[in-house]
């Protein structure tokens, strides 16, 4: 259950001087936003080299994930190229460096704007081993469960 917003009582504006405006807090919808729950999913891929993977996947649970950090840890270099598997929209024209698209869990790379995948949605990635050996690769992706 939501609660009504601190700032403007629910009443979804705000006096300022003598005109009422959409309260800046809740956006105008007189509700306390909830930033969500921390939380990650992980993706586990073995490769080996020079080979290449398609729609490795992991679902979504039951609530609505904001996608935020993509953090990666492996044993080589790769590319990638992440899709929303249920909308099939690629986040990338193609499989993009290892190095510019992943951080390291001391410093994750920010998504420019945060994506939120819905209920039961998939976080798919294509894959490309460039090392030419073996490469194991943990990909992680860090943000927030959403209320549905």
């Not at 003598?18 to 007189?30: I, M, N």
Request: aromatic fraction near 8%; include cysteine; charged fraction near 10%.
């Amino acid at each position: 259950m939501q609660q009504s917003c601190s700032m403007c009582g629910g009443n979804k504006a705000v006096q300022v001087g003598s005109s009422l405006q959409k309260c800046p807090v809740c956006e105008g919808t007189g509700k306390e936003i909830q930033p969500g729950l921390y939380y990650c999913y992980g993706i586990d891929i073995v490769l080996t080299a020079l080979q290449a993977l398609s729609n490795q996947s992991v679902q979504i649970l039951d609530k609505p994930f904001k996608w935020m950090w993509a953090v990666a840890q492996s044993t080589g270099t790769f590319t990638s190229q992440v899709v929303d598997g249920n909308a099939k929209r690629p986040f990338s024209n193609q499989q993009i460096h290892s190095a510019n698209a992943w951080g390291t869990a001391q410093n994750p790379f920010p998504l420019v704007q945060p994506y939120v995948f819905g209920v039961r949605g998939q976080i798919q990635v294509n894959i490309t081993d460039l090392s030419n050996a073996n490469n194991t690769v943990r990909l992680t992706f860090i943000g927030v469960e959403l209320d549905a």
